[in-house]
C-alpha cells in the first residue's frame, strides 16, 4: 500500500520560509518522479514543483521560480520543498505526488498517488 504523507506546513508572516516533507512508502521511490502541487480555496490544483528520479533535474511553476526549491533525498524516500520569501498569494494546500515516469508531469493526472496535503498559510 502506497502512502505519501506530508508535513512542515503551518502559518507564517510574509517573507518567512518553510520547509514541507513528504515521506513515501510502499514504492521504489528511487524511480519515480516527485512532485508538489497546492490547492488554495475556489480553485483548481496547481503544479509546483517536480524532480526527476534519473538525474535530480527539476521544474518550477514561474510564480515560485526563485523561491521555492524542491529536493530529494531516496536514502529517506522523502521529498522536499523549501520555500523562501513567502507570499500570501502562496496560501494554500499543498500535496505530495509520485509519479512512475522519466519526466515530471504538470497536470494532476499525470501522477499515480497522492497525500493528504498540509496546510501552508501566509500572512500579510
Known amino acids: 500500500q502506497v502512502q505519501l504523507v506530508e508535513s512542515g506546513g503551518g502559518l507564517v508572516q510574509a517573507g518567512g520560509s518553510l520547509r514541507l516533507s513528504c515521506a513515501a512508502s510502499?514504492?521504489?521511490?528511487?524511480?519515480?518522479?516527485m512532485g508538489w502541487f497546492r490547492q488554495a480555496p475556489g480553485k483548481e490544483r496547481e503544479f509546483v514543483a517536480g524532480?526527476?528520479?534519473?538525474?535530480?533535474?527539476?521544474e518550477y511553476a514561474d510564480s515560485v521560480k526563485g523561491r521555492f526549491t524542491i529536493s530529494r533525498d531516496n536514502a529517506k524516500n522523502t521529498v522536499y520543498l523549501q520555500m523562501n520569501s513567502l507570499k500570501p498569494e502562496d496560501t494554500a494546500v499543498y500535496y505530495c505526488?509520485?509519479?512512475?515516469?522519466?519526466?515530471?508531469?504538470?497536470?494532476?493526472?499525470?501522477?499515480?498517488?497522492w497525500g493528504q496535503g498540509t496546510q501552508v498559510t501566509v500572512s500579510s
Open positions: 505526488a509520485a509519479r512512475r515516469a522519466l519526466r515530471v508531469g504538470v497536470s494532476t493526472i499525470d501522477y499515480d498517488y
Open positions: 524532480i526527476r528520479w534519473s538525474d535530480n533535474g527539476s
Open positions: 510502499g514504492l521504489k521511490f528511487s524511480v519515480y518522479v
